[in-house]
C-alpha cells in the first residue's frame, strides 16, 4: 500500500500530465489552424501569379 507522501506525489503527476496533454491538445490546433492559414494564403498567391502571367500575355 502506498503511503500518503507517495500517494499525493502520484495524484500530483498525474494533475500535470492532464495539464501537459491540454496543453498538447491547445498547440496542435493552433498549429493546424496556422497550418489551414497557410494553405490558404498559398493558394492565394498561385491564383495572383496565374492572373498576372495571364494579363502579361496579353
Known amino acids: 500500500m502506498c503511503n500518503l507522501h507517495s500517494q ?8 500535470m500530465l492532464e ?3 491540454r496543453n498538447g491538445d491547445c498547440w496542435y490546433r493552433k498549429y493546424r489552424k ?13 491564383g495572383l501569379l496565374t492572373e498576372i502571367e495571364v494579363r502579361e500575355r496579353v
Open 34 to 46: 496556422a497550418e489551414q492559414e497557410l494553405q490558404e494564403i498559398k493558394s492565394l498567391i498561385a
Open 8 to 15: 499525493e506525489e502520484i495524484t500530483q503527476l498525474k494533475l
Open 19 to 21: 495539464q501537459e496533454s
